[in-house]
C-alpha cells in the first residue's frame, strides 16, 4: 500500500473504528466483570460430603477425593483455568500439593473438576506423623482458581480454605501401635539385637494392619526377612533367613486382643 495515497478521511475512518473496537471490548470486559462480581461466573466448593477419604492397599496411600464445579454464564469462554489446592494437617504441616491447569469452561456452561490427592503412607512415617494412620483429626484444604477471561484481557483468581474432618481406615488399632507395644513385642521375639531396624518393624506391622489378610514384607538387613500378616485375630510374625540358605528362623502368633502378653508359639 502507498501511503502517499491514504487521505485524511480514510485515517478518520480507521481512527473511528479502533475507537469502536475499543469502546466494544471495554464494554464486554466491564460487563463480565460484573457478571464475576454478581455471581454468574460462580465457583461451588465441595462440603464436607464432597470431601472422600479412603485408603488404597495397593499402593499404600491415603486416598482424598473431591470436586469443584465452575459455572460461566458470561459472554466468553473461561480458559487458562488452572486450579491449586494444598492439602495440610491439624498442626500446619504441608501433605500434599496438587495443580491442574490448561483447563476450559465454555460459556453459558457449567463443568465440574474432580481432584484426586494421595499421599504415601511410607511419607506419613517419614514425617513422623504416625498419628494419622490411627487417630481422627482435622485437614485444611486451600484451593486457589486462577482463569482468563474476555480475549485474555481478564485475569481472575478465587481463593478459599476449607476444614475437613479425617477418620483413619485403621482405627481400630490404635491402642496396639500408638504406644508402641507391638513393635516392642516383634523386637522381643527378633532377640533384642535388631533394635535399629525398630522403623521397618514398625513399617510392616503398619501395613498388616492396614491390608488384613495378606501378608506384608520388609527387609530387616542383608539377610533377613519380616513378613507380617492380621488374620483370624492373630498378628502372624515370621522371620526367613536368606543367606546363606532358604530357611525360617522362627514363627509367632500374636493375639490382637492382649498385645502386651507373650503370644502363642508356633
Known amino acids: 500500500m502507498d501511503f502517499r495515497t491514504v487521505s485524511p478521511s480514510m485515517v478518520k475512518r480507521f481512527g473511528t473504528f479502533m475507537i469502536v473496537m475499543?469502546?466494544?471490548?471495554?464494554?464486554?470486559?466491564?460487563?463480565?466483570?460484573?457478571?464475576?462480581?454478581?455471581?454468574?461466573?460462580?465457583?461451588d466448593y465441595p462440603d464436607?460430603?464432597?470431601?472422600?477419604?479412603?485408603?488404597?492397599?495397593?499402593?499404600?496411600?491415603?486416598?482424598?477425593?473431591?470436586?469443584?464445579?465452575?459455572?460461566?454464564?458470561?459472554?466468553?469462554?473461561?480458559?487458562?483455568?488452572?486450579?491449586?489446592?494444598?492439602?495440610?494437617?491439624?498442626?500446619?504441616?504441608?501433605?500434599?500439593?496438587?495443580?491442574?491447569?490448561?483447563?476450559?469452561?465454555?460459556?453459558?456452561?457449567?463443568?465440574?473438576?474432580?481432584?484426586?490427592?494421595?499421599?504415601?503412607?511410607?511419607?506419613?512415617?517419614?514425617?513422623?506423623?504416625r498419628d494419622i494412620l490411627f487417630k481422627g483429626s482435622t485437614f485444611v484444604l486451600k484451593v486457589s482458581i486462577d482463569a482468563r477471561y474476555v480475549m485474555d484481557l481478564v485475569h481472575f483468581h478465587i481463593g478459599q480454605v476449607r476444614s475437613y474432618p479425617w477418620e483413619p481406615p485403621a482405627g481400630q488399632f490404635e491402642s496396639l501401635i500408638e504406644n508402641g507395644s507391638m513393635v516392642d513385642m516383634v523386637l522381643k521375639l527378633l532377640g533384642g539385637q535388631y533394635g535399629e531396624v525398630?522403623?521397618?518393624?514398625?513399617?510392616?506391622?503398619?501395613?498388616?494392619?492396614?491390608?488384613?489378610?495378606?501378608?506384608?514384607?520388609?527387609?530387616?538387613?542383608?539377610?533377613?526377612?519380616?513378613?507380617?500378616?492380621?488374620?483370624?485375630?492373630?498378628f502372624h510374625v515370621q522371620v526367613d533367613l536368606v543367606y546363606p540358605f532358604q530357611a525360617t528362623l522362627f514363627e509367632y502368633d500374636l493375639p490382637i486382643g492382649d498385645a502386651s502378653g507373650d503370644g502363642e508359639g508356633p
Open 22 to 43: 475499543n469502546l466494544t471490548v471495554a464494554f464486554f470486559s466491564l460487563t463480565d466483570m460484573y457478571l464475576l462480581a454478581s455471581g454468574a461466573i460462580r465457583v
Open 48 to 129: 464436607e460430603g464432597n470431601f472422600a477419604t479412603s485408603f488404597d492397599p495397593a499402593n499404600m496411600d491415603l486416598v482424598f477425593r473431591s470436586e469443584y464445579k465452575i459455572t460461566n454464564n458470561g459472554f466468553y469462554d473461561i480458559r487458562g483455568l488452572t486450579i491449586k489446592a494444598d492439602l495440610y494437617s491439624q498442626e500446619g504441616k504441608l501433605l500434599i500439593n496438587y495443580k491442574s491447569e490448561d483447563l476450559s469452561v465454555p460459556r453459558f456452561s457449567s463443568r465440574t473438576f474432580p481432584i484426586e490427592a494421595r499421599l504415601p503412607v511410607e511419607r506419613c512415617l517419614g514425617m513422623n506423623m
Open 198 to 234: 525398630g522403623k521397618q518393624v514398625e513399617t510392616a506391622i503398619i501395613k498388616a494392619f492396614m491390608v488384613p489378610g495378606q501378608e506384608t514384607k520388609v527387609s530387616l538387613n542383608s539377610w533377613a526377612d519380616l513378613v507380617a500378616v492380621v488374620k483370624d485375630n492373630n
